[in-house]
């Protein structure tokens, strides 16, 4: 499972000044191509091409080779590979995602997590809680992947109608107690989600099932975890895990474009003599320089020559000539957007990289901007 634990120490463990082997494998069962280990084949080419590319090194022929063990005794689960290696610090992971990523291999500085921090970014971490009257589920999904944590039944009684008139005091009561019966339920559903919140803590909050059992569920959140409801959905308690995964894509999907949208919308707003944004590659790296990077943000698939300063280490929005800031010569600097999204987050910002109407509005101030922190 990929989190962003995994992340922050894969990125940490890289940063060394020799180069890492980054390599992202398609190895979906469902394609026949990939079957009867079709995808080691796939990497044994994809390294190859990358040597032929790169000047010959022992520690890149190290690398490929322990890239190739990894993969030779991986059992496939997931969509696609993700594999580090770092030949001095031993450094060999492996991480398998339910996402799919563009097959692609990487001999740099630093592990080349672009792709995942992109992902990452689409997914945050849902709860998700799904009840009727008598049973619940609770789930947390993360990256496109479902997780069931717990599954409860409470005994409560069918609500039952009866027309006699004589029958009117045996129905009163008989309602009572299913009102009862339905309110323990809540409770210990409630219960079961704080425990889950605790054991494994989520962004957002889905609150599911049958309409009447969920809207109960919903009144008694306590005010942090109503913060985190986005939506409630029916769907049914007893669903499968891909129906109700489907479901909550679908939330999560919308979710993530309404927040993009909001995102670019405070951005352009900032965008004036006083504001506090800047966007057009040029004036991003030089916030960047400077670390006043809050968040940076930029359209998916976005990409700029740039380059890198051999003496002072500024980035410089043109891949070669002399440094604005101190004259040295500046080389061109390969994957210039991932570079500078690792330092932001290395900085402690964020990175926001936008789809749909979100990207279209960025189109006009540059493709990239970023809000910064004075
Ligand atoms: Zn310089």
């Known amino acids: 499972m990929l989190g962003r634990g995994v992340l922050s120490t894969l990125y940490t463990l890289t940063q060394q000044r020799t180069n890492t082997l980054t390599m992202y494998l398609d190895i ?3 394609k026949p191509s990939n079957r009867r280990r079709g995808y080691v084949v796939q990497a044994e080419a994809m390294l190859k091409n990358l040597k032929s590319r790169q000047k010959r090194s022992e520690r890149l022929d190290t690398a490929c080779k322990q890239a190739l063990m990894i993969v030779r005794t991986m059992k496939p689960s997931g969509k696609s590979a993700l594999v580090v290696v770092h030949p001095e610090t031993e450094l060999r992971e492996l991480v398998q995602v339910e996402l799919v990523f563009p097959p692609a291999v990487h001999w740099r500085r630093g ?3 672009r792709p995942v921090v992109e992902a990452m970014d689409e997914h945050e971490r849902y ?21 069931e944590h717990e599954d409860l039944f409470s005994e409560t009684s069918q609500r039952t109608r009866s027309l006699g008139a004589d029958q009117m005091r045996a129905q009163k009561r008989h309602d009572q107690r299913h009102r009862e019966e339905m309110a323990s339920h809540a409770k210990r559903v409630m219960d079961a989600l704080h425990d889950l919140s605790l054991r494994q803590p989520f962004d957002r909050l889905i609150v599911g099932g049958t309409p009447k059992a969920a809207a109960q569920l919903v009144r008694l959140l306590p005010t942090r975890m109503r913060g985190k409801l986005v939506d409630t959905v029916s769907v049914r308690v007893g669903g499968s895990q891909k129906e109700i995964l489907n479901k909550i894509l679908a939330v999560q999907e919308r979710m993530e474009r309404e927040r993009e949208k909001e995102i670019v919308a405070g951005v352009l707003a900032e965008l004036h003599d006083r504001g506090k944004a800047v966007a057009g590659f040029a004036p991003v790296l030089d916030a960047v320089n400077q670390g006043r990077v809050w968040t940076l943000i930029y359209g998916k698939g976005y990409s700029a020559k740039g380059g890198e300063c051999g003496s002072c280490d500024a980035y410089s929005p043109n891949p070669t000539g002399p440094c604005v800031y101190c004259g ?19 900085m402690g910002g964020r990175v926001e990289v936008v789809d749909g109407d979100a990207k279209k509005k960025l189109t006009k101030p540059g493709g990239i901007a970023a809000l910064l922190r004075y």
Do not use: K
């Not at 008598?134 to 993360?142: C, E, P």
């Not at 600097?333 to 570079?339: N, Q």
């Open 328 to 346: 040295e010569d500046v080389h061109p600097l390969p994957h210039c957007v991932d570079r500078i999204s690792q330092t932001v987050l290395e």
């Open 111 to 113: 592990a080349f997590l």
């Open 127 to 147: 709860g998700v809680v799904l009840t009727d009257n008598q049973r619940a589920r609770l789930f947390t999904s993360v990256m496109g992947e479902l997780t």
């Open 28 to 30: 979906d069962q469902n």
